[in-house]
């Protein structure tokens, strides 16, 4: 399986490196950027070959990932439109880009998966949701899922609005995971911790919970609730955050994700 990749960021070098720990040989491997120093550092980091814009040697390959900003996308697929060839997977992993609206910048280019990973994917811990377009067979969507479960696990979607909804969940949710953890990091520091030691405390309080929720099959409110002891110290906390409607506040901030998700999608996919 060889890919290209439009876009050596953040996202490209999780997915690289991912591909790379997983056996895929640096040679099948290329990445397009403009900027100098982000090809050096693809090339010292992974050995693979790169390139400054799109050409002709993007035809060696079976997948091309767009991994740019969801505002630079119809720039980087109006660039990629000359040299793409029919047999080609083209996966877009922006944020709220309508798979139809990368489709009509490539020129009608039927094989399209919409991709949206997390960060996770940097420490192989990805969780990306999938979303094929009609016109992908079978062998597409395994292109797809070989390419992102190199980062993690896949969840494939049925629709756009689904993508959207995973994209306010799962994509934008690590940034909700590290909004709880710094303020109990800051809670630390309100305690009387240094800040190394309130950081170590809050990040091992969370991959504990998550390692304990990953491998129990008990509900999450029951795992909650065997911490919460009537009258102790948890009980305190939590009637506290019940009162301040954190639950409610964590529901409404996804929603609002996943309003601009779609927002995203009609302001990034005209043209
Ligand atoms: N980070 C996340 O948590 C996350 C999660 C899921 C999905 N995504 C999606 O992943 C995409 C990439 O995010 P990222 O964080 O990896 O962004 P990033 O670090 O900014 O990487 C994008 C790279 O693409 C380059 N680029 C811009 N236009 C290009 C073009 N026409 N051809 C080739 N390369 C081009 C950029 O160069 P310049 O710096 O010069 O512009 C930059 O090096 C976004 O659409 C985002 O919605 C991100």
Known sequence: MKIAFIGGGNMATALIGGLIKQGTPAGYLYAVDPVAETR??????????????????????????????????????????PFIVERQLVISIAAGVRSTDVARWLGDHARIVRAMPNTPALVGLGVTGLLASP??????????????????EVVWCNNEAEIDSITALSGSGPAYVFYFMEALATAAQNL??????????????????????????????????????KGGTT???IAS??????????????????QRAYEMGEEFGQG
Not at 60 to 71: E, G, H, L, N, R
Not at 135 to 152: F, I, K, P, S, Y
Not at 241 to 258: L, P, W
């Open 40 to 81: 050096d550092r693809l090339e010292k980091t992974f050995r693979i070959v790169t390139g400054e814009a799109a050409s002709g040697k993007l035809a060696d390959y079976d997948a091309i990932v767009i991994a740019v900003k969801p505002q630079t996308l119809k720039e980087a697929a109006t660039a990629v439109r």
């Open 135 to 152: 016109t992908v067979n079978h062998d597409g969507r395994m292109l797809a899922e070989q390419v992102l479960e190199a980062v993690g």
């Open 192 to 229: 009387g911790f240094p800040p190394e030691e309130a950081r170590r405390l809050a990040v091992g309080t969370f991959t504990g919970a998550a390692q304990l929720a990953a491998q129990s099959e008990e509900s999450l409110s029951l795992l909650r609730e065997r911490v919460t002891s």
């Open 235 to 237: 009980a305190a906390a």
């Open 241 to 258: 955050f019940m009162e301040s409607g954190i639950a409610e506040a964590i529901v409404k901030g996804t929603s609002a994700a996943r």
